[in-house]
């Protein structure tokens, strides 16, 4: 198994570019969730997925938008990027939502 | 929103000194869970306690779930160089979601 997947590992952006954050899981997990790690703030919950087809926001979902059309799948959207969503983005999954998650090496993003 | 206070911030040991760490809540959390993560890696989980009062153990690991459902504690012991890292304390609610703390580097001097 390969686990949790992200693409890309780094990405630079200007102000109001969008992309796709890719992430993907190969353990048939349901529950899968997007992070921020921002320094001193430690990680904190964007958006999160119970199942294909469900989603729900977080602690931090502002400005950022998800879909979740299979359970192998979870993609984070940037619509219009500001310097504020600089950071490092994490992916994660785990069987249900009260089981461990584990977490994809991460996506840097610097928006300029 | 809920809170986690972690603490140390940072930690410059020794090798072979014992770490200690912690983590405090104003809410109750239903499981607590100790994550390290290697410089440009994802956190991977090292403990998870389930049970207020809980020890538990995992090599040289140590961590507890307080009696109030409020704290928790990692210990190591003999550290090593590759102990080296950021450790985070994290809370569980009956819900699911997973609050964090602010994180513990840890820098180890051989």
């Known amino acids: 198994n390969a686990g949790v997947t992200q693409t890309p590992k780094f990405q630079v952006l200007k102000t109001g570019q969008s992309m796709t954050l890719q992430c993907a899981q190969d353990?048939?997990?349901?529950?899968m969730s997007w992070y921020r790690q921002d320094p001193g703030m430690g990680l904190r919950l964007i958006h999160y997925?119970?199942?294909?087809?469900?989603?729900d926001q977080g602690e931090v979902p502002n400005g950022y938008n998800v879909s979740r059309s299979t359970t192998e799948d979870f993609p984070l959207r940037l619509l219009s990027a500001a310097p504020s969503q600089t950071s490092v983005y994490f992916c994660?999954?785990?069987?249900?939502?009260?089981?461990?998650?584990?977490f994809g090496p991460g996506t840097r993003l610097t928006v300029t | 929103g809920q809170q986690l206070n972690q603490s140390p911030q940072s930690m410059f040991i020794q090798e072979g000194e014992d770490v200690s760490m912690n983590c405090t809540s104003s809410?109750?959390?239903?499981?607590w869970l100790w994550y390290k993560q290697d410089p440009g890696e994802g956190p991977v989980l090292l403990i998870a306690?389930?049970?207020?009062?809980e020890l538990t153990s995992n090599g040289r690991l140590t961590a507890q779930f307080g009696i109030t459902r409020k704290d928790s504690f990692l210990n190591i012991s003999a550290s090593i160089p590759s102990d080296v890292g950021i450790y985070f304390c994290?809370?569980?609610?009956?819900?699911?979601?997973?609050?964090f703390g602010q994180g513990t580097i840890l820098t180890v001097h051989p």
């Open positions: 994290a809370g569980r609610t009956s819900y699911g979601k997973l609050t």
């Open positions: 994660a999954s785990s069987v249900g939502d009260s089981y461990e998650q584990y």
């Open positions: 809410s109750i959390f239903n499981t």
């Open positions: 306690l389930y049970k207020a009062g």
């Open positions: 353990m048939n997990h349901e529950y």
């Open positions: 997925s119970v199942g294909a087809g469900i989603t």
